[in-house]
């Protein structure tokens, strides 16, 4: 499906693919960026912000952050095989076990990540050697995004892994730094058409079970079970995000996201308040989402109180507010 994107204002200097807007750096500045994607909540490609960074491969990562501990995914295998009806956790709520980097990295080329689909998701670099990073942080000035909600967090594994559809009630930035993904978005007003989980999984799971993940797998729909989703799928952008590119998320739009190739696939991201207002505001999605956390509450303070009196307290405190 190529449909070209009809921008009104012909300055930027802009071309598209699957409808996604590519928009290059040096027609980047805070205010097309505001006026054209962050008021209307629109999703961008930024292309050219990061000319000179390192090579985030797997040599750079374990040099950085070889000693530190993060909690590992362990998706297995069968999952995306299965009637997501059938799941009992789902995305940061999926067993997890705390490793070291060069563990990981060990595990990533010794074939035991691929046979297990194991992922390193939305683990925070906050206190980490990579905490700060200038030329990401130039690229956001240059966009003119403020006021983020997270650290940048690290999401890393091999080509063939995939984060299901979701979406987050905050906007995001996706910023690739080695190898590829291809993300698939849906429109905000697509939500029920793409079978949410139910709010009241939230009562009988906590946050292992989602109510902002959807049940269709958009790379092999199934129209008979989920009929809704034809007019959701037909709505659909498709992106392939190659090294040095910075996908803007707004709140709202459902992304699914898969790592190419065969390689390690590393990739960080950032949530950001959303402005206006108005748009968080009216945004459906984001309630639906902070009502479930709501939902989630007995669950959240369960494992709050068994974390605060456990002997590795700092690990599952930090373990619990990346769930959150
Ligand atoms: O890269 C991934 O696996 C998922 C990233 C994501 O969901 C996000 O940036 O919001």
Known sequence: MQIPSQESNSSLVESSLNQITYLHSCAITPKIFWENYQKPGKPVVLTGLLEHRPEWNLEFLNDRLGDRKFPVRFYGKERYKQDKGTWQNI???????SMRFSEYAQKLLNGEADEKD??????SLKNTPLADLPQINQAQAQIGI???VTDFNLWCGLGGHTTCLHCDPFDGTLIQLYGKKKVIL??????????????INHLRYGLKMRASYSRVYP???????????????SQRLEVVLNEGEILFIPNGWWHEVTSLGEGVV???NIFWHITPLSRALSSWNKWRIHLASILAAPHILKAWL????SQNKEQKLRHLIQRL
């Open 266 to 268: 590393c990739s960080i």
């Open 186 to 199: 849906f429109p905000p007003d697509q939500l029920y058409n793409l079978y949410p989980f139910s709010l």
């Open 91 to 97: 995305g940061s709520g999926v067993e997890s076990r």
């Open 118 to 123: 194991m992922y390193l998701g939305k683990c």
């Open 146 to 148: 403020k006021n983020p």
């Open 219 to 233: 790379q092999q729909p199934d129209f008979a079970l989920f009929p809704k989703f034809k007019e959701a799928f």
């Open 306 to 309: 068994a974390a605060i009196i």
